[in-house]
């Protein structure tokens, strides 16, 4: 009987104004069947640091973060200090 | 007792109940090998019916500095349950030190927070800093930030060694 854990990042959603989540997946495997999962979930904000980040998240906002974007969701955030 | 399986119907029994002695699947899911409930699928298949629960999720989240002013939390603890289009979020987290000026934002919300204002809302139910009371996430965004009674988002250095547990409720 073997068990292991892989950690896989299984969503990346991209909403309208660049906000991009990601969900990883923790998978408990026993004899390669899954048993267990866990998940958590990450939100990256258009123009967010970065560090740290996986890869594949990294170039996704990269292509995601235009200038357009990150202006019209820094007025959005300004926007909602008011409320 | 007999149970009939066909394309149209699924599965009926002649009783008009169906037992489960653990997990049920639906939307073509693996049931859960643990316990005993119902397994959704991994990714919502979102229904339009508004007495059809679509959606089950729980896990854990890491709440961060969203101010620009680089801070970074400790001691975090942070966990997540959605249950169909409501998202119930907590966490806990020393906010550091610091003399930033800048409006605090707390980022990294699990789900992003839906646009309309009325159904969103949050509150802290440990924290020792006086001006914290409420938790409010932003509309259309994944940030909120801590305020105080009358409804004014702090500054990171009113905040400055606080230790806080938020809690977010809202709409997706």
């Known amino acids: ?83 | 007792m007999s149970i009939v399986l066909d394309g149209t119907n699924g599965i009926t029994t002649n009783a008009g109940t169906l037992l489960s002695a653990t997990t049920i699947g639906v939307g073509g899911t693996t049931p859960s090998a643990s316990g005993a409930g119902v397994s959704f699928p991994a990714t919502q298949s979102a229904s339009s019916d508004a007495n059809t629960l679509d959606d089950y999720e729980e896990g854990t989240w890491t709440p961060a500095d969203g101010s620009g002013a680089g801070l970074s939390f400790a001691n975090i603890q942070a966990q997540y349950t959605k249950i169909g289009r409501m998202v119930f979020a907590s966490a806990t987290f020393d906010f550091p030190s610091t003399a930033s000026t800048a409006t605090n934002s707390i980022s990294g919300l699990p789900f992003t927070v839906g646009t309309t204002s009325g159904y969103i809302g949050g509150f802290i139910t440990n924290g020792n800093v006086a001006v914290a009371v409420r938790f409010r996430p932003g509309n259309n965004s994944s940030t909120g930030s801590i305020r105080d009674g009358s409804g004014t988002a702090q500054t990171n250095v009113a905040l400055s060694s606080g230790a806080f547990t938020i809690n977010a409720v809202y709409m997706v």
């Not at chain 1, 990256?44 to 594949?56: V, Y």
């Open chain 1, 1 to 83: 009987m073997a068990f292991t854990e892989t950690k896989i990042i299984d969503q990346i959603t991209v909403t309208e104004n660049g906000i991009v989540l990601y969900r990883e997946a923790t998978r408990i495997l026993k004899d390669g069947e899954q048993i267990a999962q866990t998940y958590h979930r990450t939100s990256l904000t258009p123009a967010q640091d970065l560090t740290g980040q996986p890869a594949n998240v990294v170039a996704i906002c990269n292509a995601a973060w235009t200038d357009a974007v990150v202006a019209a969701y820094e007025a959005q955030v300004a926007a909602n200090a008011t409320v």
